[in-house]
């Protein structure tokens, strides 16, 4: 995995600032076609993505960016990290038939599109509700 590095810019930065520094970086990099973000870590706020239980706590996100395709390592000063793989090799998502749609109510749905109409309302012929457990397949 290749490596670069971006100075700070001599002031005190946050993690939104860090991560728009690595895209940029990452964009503009002409190995990496099509950048996706694929792991980071904010040793300031001490927190990680993606959250792993166990294994060595200062590598695990490390391990698992280099192990899912990471090409690039972006270290943002002393306290970011960014892993980011290439996604042009892969197909893109054809246009999904289903969406998720609220109701005025605030409650989750699962609706195919082709059977709402024009309307963006859910209705029974083409929603099922979403409950704490099925919102999680979705």
């Known amino acids: 995995m290749r490596q670069a590095h971006i100075a700070p ?12 520094l690595a895209a940029k970086l990452a964009d ?3 190995e990496v076609i099509e950048p996706v973000l694929m792991a980071w870590y904010d040793r300031k706020a001490a927190r990680m993505s993606p ?12 391990d698992y960016g280099a192990s899912h395709g990471g090409k690039l390592e972006i270290d943002v000063g002393d306290d970011y ?12 998502y054809e246009a999904s038939p289903y969406s998720n749609i609220k109701d005025k109510d605030g409650n989750e749905y699962i609706c195919q599109i082709n059977l709402l109409g ?18 999680k397949l979705t």
Request: aromatic share 12%; net charge negative; charged share 25%.
């Open 9 to 20: 810019p001599g002031t005190d930065l946050d993690y939104r600032q860090a991560i728009a």
């Open 51 to 62: 959250v792993i239980e166990g294994g060595n706590l200062r590598s695990r996100w490390y």
């Open 81 to 92: 990290a960014f892993i980011y793989a290439d996604s042009s090799a892969f197909d893109p």
């Open 118 to 135: 024009d309307q963006r309302q859910p209705t029974s012929a083409a929603c099922s509700p979403l409950d704490d457990w099925t919102s």
């Open 28 to 30: 503009d990099d002409k």
